[in-house]
């Protein structure tokens, strides 16, 4: 009984504020949340990042050995989703991002936060950090099918990521005033986002052909490559159970956001559509994988 009650506590403050976000976003169908993404993009996540790495205990080897952990759990989505794109007939450039950028930001780090408290937030972070460079490099070189530096050179996260590795080489203390204002951005990006998602999912127009076999392959397959990384790496401990949560995500707002930037209207449908069923399924699916989670690696 004290499982169900603890999957409780984890899971219900993260969609009770999304359900707050979409209550407001359907009384309030004009309700602006540009600032929202702004904020997250170029501030909160930065803020975010350098908290959570710098702040909760984690230490070089761990965040270096979960960074290197995250590549390979990427790598691994974007093999299945070309696979799974090339059968499905859909553009194998522009729709992977969905498949192979889960929610580890928004819905991941709170998650893991309430299940395994500070320790399970730094290494939440170090995944989420990795997902967040890539939405910002790999994400858009995908939606524009180009490479440009300029989207790396103009990445406030990928500084974040660099100036975190340097405090934690250094081992330099991170001043009070510094974690303080990095604590309020932190928490107050993941109310806002989370509240975001809700809203977000009020104006997503919905296609279902073919988006719940993707989106099924998402929630599903994606712990299962977890696993298969827990095994291989002999992995255990609350470690393990933050990737394997981690990994359970469904596809993340932020390829919508940058889908809607640089790829055509048709494209953004089908990623939306995606990222709203695949969010649907995780309200079924994630409590199973947190309890399994804090049941074998807790």
Excluded: W
């Excluded at 270096?64 to 759990?73: C, E, G, H, R």
């Excluded at 937030?121 to 939405?135: D, K, Q, T």
């Amino acid at each position: 009984m004290e499982i169900y009650i603890k999957i409780f506590e984890v899971i219900f403050p993260v969609f009770f504020v999304i359900g707050v976000g979409y209550f407001l976003g359907k009384k309030n169908p004009k309700i602006d949340t540009n600032f929202i993404t702004n904020f997250a993009g170029n501030i909160g996540t930065p803020a975010m990042i350098f908290y959570t790495v710098t702040t909760t205990g984690i230490t070089l080897n761990i965040f270096v050995n979960y960074f290197i952990y995250a590549l390979v759990m990427i790598g691994s989505f974007a093999i299945l989703g070309l696979i799974l794109l090339f059968l499905l007939k859909k553009d194998l450039s522009m729709e992977l991002p969905p498949l192979i950028l889960p929610n580890t930001g928004n819905m991941g780090i709170p998650i893991c936060l309430f299940a395994y408290g500070t320790q399970g937030l730094g290494v939440a972070s170090a995944i989420a950090s990795v997902i967040i460079l890539f939405h910002f490099t790999l994400g858009v070189f995908l939606a524009k099918k180009k490479f440009s530096l300029d989207v790396v050179i103009k990445s406030p996260p990928v500084y974040a990521i660099i100036i975190s590795v340097i405090f934690l080489y250094f081992k330099i203390e991170t001043p009070l005033f510094l974690e303080n204002t990095t604590f309020l951005l932190t928490y107050a990006t993941i109310f806002l986002v989370l509240m975001s998602l809700g809203i977000a999912l009020t104006r997503f127009k919905f296609s279902l052909k073919n988006s719940i076999i993707l989106s099924f392959c998402r929630v599903i397959l994606g712990p299962l490559i977890a696993f298969i990384i827990i095994f291989n790496f002999d992995l255990s401990g609350f470690a393990a159970g933050v990737l394997l949560i981690q990994s359970a995500m469904p596809s993340a707002i932020l390829n919508y956001l940058v889908g809607s930037m640089y790829s055509p209207k048709k494209i953004v449908d089908s990623i939306a559509s995606t990222i709203v069923v695949s969010t649907l399924m995780s309200f079924v699916t994630i409590p199973i994988v947190v309890f399994l989670a804090l049941k074998y690696f807790n």
